[in-house]
């Protein structure tokens, strides 16, 4: 299981538990899997370990990445800052500048993954890149997310106009199912 959809469906506290809980030596966390008796975890398929189980590790980071989006203000200033960031570095290049910019894109990546799932009400406003079906369209409203797939949000406008667009012209507004909504106000805040 991704540690990203395991965030997103269980919450953050949830995954916060479960690295406070876990014996300092655990590599993974099962995740829903019921062993038969006797059985050892080497005999486990790839197909049910990718599906039940959790690497801690990947778990710990994906976590630290959601508290420093926080950290920063929330998602929209944490992409401004990835922004003058890549400007500075244009301007004097520096190995400890570059680790800076490709952690905060991996934090800003890991937070999308987690936040923009189907069911996410969203606010978009953004035109359209030339080359596709609806080339320089404007696009604006509020709408539904449908997937959140290869770096691009697909989802319906709620006149019923579809949409494909990158993360950063989505701002999600809640989510369908409310069971997270607190978690997404306090991540997506404007700062």
Known sequence: MKVTTLIAEKGLAYAINIIESAPSNATQWNEGYEFKCGQSAATISPADKEKYFVDMAELECAIWSLRRI????????ARDMLEQDKRSLDMAFTPENYIDVNRLAKCIQDWEETCITKGCLVEVDFVS?????????????????????????????????????????????GHKVDKHLVEFEKLNRLG
Not at 71 to 77: D, E, R, T, Y
Not at 144 to 162: N, S
């Open 129 to 173: 890149e030339s080359g596709t079906i609806y080339s320089g369209k404007h696009f604006k409203g509020q709408g539904e997310v449908d997937k959140f797939e290869g770096g691009r949000v697909f989802g319906c406008l709620h006149d019923g106009t579809p949409f494909m667009c990158f993360p950063c012209d989505v701002l999600i507004t």
């Open 70 to 77: 926080e950290a920063l203000g929330g998602i929209v200033a």
